[in-house]
């Protein structure tokens, strides 16, 4: 049946598959180092400061290997530009959440974030509903409030800052979908990361502060593994414009990451009612299989 089904699947999709897969172990290990450093009191800008030059090794290959002026050629530069400004907050809201709630509640709620692309996908970017796309919301929805628990004792506020980070980041993935002709991957990159990058160096200079080796080389490798996810990430969803919701629902993925990472590394696990939330999440990634099908059939129907 598996087999039957990826012999239907056009062969960008699976590829957008494989790499949004990958994107999510990617940014679970740049969660929890960024959970590890705030427990240490180290700022946002501090981390992304020092992560600088992992971002701009992409524009100084595209430099020396002389691609830099097409690879950064855009039809309008209003689009990437103001990515790059959505970006701007989600460092800080990571930061800040990652200090008060666990890296596996971190991630399950941050996987809402399929959920406003599911509904951008159909209200946004026009692409046809079908029964496993509303059934892959209403599961996702479901789960989310079982991690967040309104209205009992345990309620963490900072779950609210987590779903505001989730919305901006399903911002971002839409515009790389509505305007995937717009400019490269690496253009989407580059300018995605300017402002972000300026601001956390403004704030440096007015906040310096020199760390050990050993944290120093730690948030080099996270800035470098968030930003290979990032551009991994820009490129599976240009790859398959045409699926944005579904491809979206991969990303689901990234809760198995976490839960195996937050246990073995900090010794967190969800309780009962969260577990049974994020299962319900999982069953929303799941449902975007047939949807996706659905989605191909009605595509090359139409």
Not at 70 to 99: C, D, E, H, Q
Not at 257 to 286: E, K, N, R
Request: proline content about 4%; charged content about 10%; hydrophobic content about 60%.
């Amino acid at each position: 049946m598996i087999i039957a089904f990826m012999s239907r699947v056009p062969k960008p999709v699976v590829f957008s598959s494989v790499l949004a897969i990958v994107a999510t172990l990617l940014f679970v290990i740049n969660d929890a180092t960024i959970k590890y450093l705030s427990l240490k009191n180290i700022k946002f800008y501090h981390f992304i400061f020092y992560g600088i030059p992992a971002y701009l090794a992409v524009p100084f290959y595209l430099l020396i290997s002389g691609k830099f002026k097409i690879k950064m050629r855009a039809t309008n530069y209003w689009i990437p530009l103001s990515r790059g400004l959505i970006f701007v907050p989600m460092p800080f809201l990571s930061f800040w959440a990652l200090k008060y709630v666990s890296l596996a509640e971190f991630t399950t709620l941050t996987m809402s974030a399929p959920i406003f692309s599911l509904i951008f996908s159909v209200f946004i970017l026009k692409e046809r509903p079908n029964l496993f796309l509303f059934l892959s919301l209403l599961f996702g929805v479901l789960g989310v409030l079982m991690v967040m628990k309104p209205g009992f004792d345990n309620f963490n506020i900072f779950f609210l800052v987590v779903l505001l980070n989730a919305l901006l980041i399903s911002l971002t993935t839409l515009l790389v979908n509505k305007f995937n002709d717009l400019t490269s991957p690496e253009g989407y990159f580059v300018y995605g990361g300017i402002f972000v990058h300026m601001f956390a160096a403004i704030l440096f200079i007015f906040d310096p502060k020199m760390f050990e080796f050993k944290t120093i080389i730690l948030m080099v490798f996270a800035s470098l593994v968030v930003n290979v996810a990032i551009f991994l990430l820009v490129l599976a969803f240009q790859k398959a414009q045409n699926f944005y919701g579904s491809i979206s629902c991969l990303n689901y993925v990234q809760i198995f990451w976490s839960v195996i990472i937050s246990v073995a590394v900090f010794g967190q696990v969800l309780d009962y009612i969260s577990t049974f939330g994020a299962l319900l999440i999982v069953c929303s990634g799941l449902l975007s299989l047939p949807a996706q099908s659905k989605q191909i059939s009605q595509s090359n129907s139409g």
